[in-house]
């Protein structure tokens, strides 16, 4: 099939681009905040009693046993809502015991890009202190390597109700549907917990639904590609390619979501691996919301903005060794301090249209990995200071600005034809 441009309308730029850059509006914008983990809880709560008023919350609780973290991603996924809806969603209610610490495994969702669980785990002692430290999965005797993401205990928890994202880099054969999933434990008092549940798939595994888009976008001269769409219960893909030739280095792309033939909007997923690739190196792949189990002749992806400096000018070079900064991008305002193995960035919040700059990746003198180790963020009226630390280094490093906001083209949308 061959590439069909899409134009869009370019921006009116100021005439010097590093201008514009310094110079970007300062409007106000309604604020995204995360909600804290310990309101998870309280949101089950919720769901308990909304459950009077609800026949829609009811009918999921009559469905599915210890239904409490499944309703509560049911609240921010409707793909999840369309699985049960759909009944593909399994009931395993499996349950093991040790060391005084019982769970259970309520149900899966499996699919070929990834696999769901969903647990309960509740004790004869005090669990504020439990903390999941991780969680294997096995297929059969063989160990699966995967990306597996999960939500640490809150510490005043009495009753733990989760869920663990396994995503599979390639899809996995379902030869075998004996599984395996051994849970990690550490606890103050009692020390390492391993529970291991086993548990058997009974469904069809349903086939992934794969779309050649090949639409090509072009925002001011900088091009990227929606190679394809793949459709899986659990989430849908759109690969994405950027082209080489770009003068500039696109580092995000805003809002994506796509919308069905009936108005309904799927957006990007908003807990577990929500990407994969690298859009620095030109191959990225976002995920969202699954619309697996409808049919439709065709979608509308849809990009909020697209993100975009001048390449070459995406990092910032530190030396650990003299804790100064080297080189930064001229358009960068901000104050950086490097201190042992961190560097700290008072950004703006309002010039960074309240975003953080996440900055994770960053390579040494000779070209390798700089690990990164964790990130904190300390707010004030003005300012988001975001400190990154790295593994012990003591030389020169270019740490890269995976955000920057500096829309170069907004509010783009493509219909894509799925037949």
Not at 174 to 192: E, I, L, P, Q
Request: charged share 30%.
């Amino acid at each position: 099939m061959s590439k069909r441009p899409i134009d869009v309308p370019k921006e009116k730029l100021q005439q010097n681009r590093m201008d514009m850059l310094r110079k970007v509006q300062r409007e106000k914008r309604t604020k995204k905040r995360i909600v804290p983990i310990a309101l998870v809880a309280l949101f089950c709560v919720s769901i308990i009693f909304s459950i009077r008023v609800s026949p829609t919350i009811a009918s999921y609780v009559a469905k599915i046993p210890g239904f409490e973290a499944i309703v509560t991603v049911i609240s921010i996924d409707k793909g999840i809502k369309d699985v049960v809806d759909n009944d593909y969603y399994e009931k395993i209610n499996e349950k093991r015991s040790k060391s005084g610490l019982s769970l259970t495994l309520q149900g899966v969702i499996a699919d070929y890009s990834g696999l769901v669980l969903f647990y309960g785990a509740d004790a004869l002692f005090d669990i504020s202190e439990l903390q999941l430290e991780k969680v294997q999965l096995f297929q059969g005797d063989d160990e699966i390597e995967c990306g597996c993401t999960f939500i640490k205990n809150a510490s005043d928890q009495t009753y733990i109700s989760s869920s663990v994202e396994y995503d599979f880099s390639e899809p996995i054969s379902y030869t075998s549907k004996d599984f395996k999933a051994v849970f990690h434990f550490n606890d103050k008092v009692k020390g390492n917990i391993e529970i291991t549940v086993p548990f058997t798939l009974q469904h069809e595994i349903a086939e992934e639904k794969i779309i050649a888009a090949n639409r090509i976008v072009d925002v001011d001269g900088q091009k990227f590609t929606i190679i394809q769409i793949r459709r899986s219960p659990l989430k849908v893909a759109l690969d994405i390619e950027i082209d080489p030739a770009n003068t500039m280095r696109i580092v995000a792309l805003d809002d994506i979501a796509v919308v069905t033939e009936n108005g309904e909007r799927r957006d990007r997923l908003r807990q577990g691996i929500t990407a994969a690739g690298d859009i620095r190196e030109g191959k990225y792949t976002v995920y969202l919301q699954s619309n697996y189990f409808d049919d439709p002749e065709s979608l509308t992806a849809i990009i909020g903005a697209v993100q975009a400096v001048p390449k070459g000018e995406d990092f910032i070079e530190v030396d650990f060794a003299t804790k100064e900064v080297l080189t930064k991008p001229d358009y960068f305002d901000w104050d950086i301090s490097v201190k042992q193995q961190e560097v700290s960035v008072a950004v703006d919040k309002w010039d960074n249209n309240d975003r953080l700059l996440m900055m994770y990746d960053a390579v040494k003198e000779d070209g390798t990995k700089l690990e990164h180790l964790g990130n904190k963020v300390s707010r004030d009226e003005q300012y988001d200071v975001e400190t990154t630390q790295f593994e012990e280094y003591d030389g020169k490093a270019k740490i890269y600005l995976n955000y920057y906001y500096n829309p170069i083209g907004k509010n783009i949308e493509l219909n894509i034809p799925l037949k």
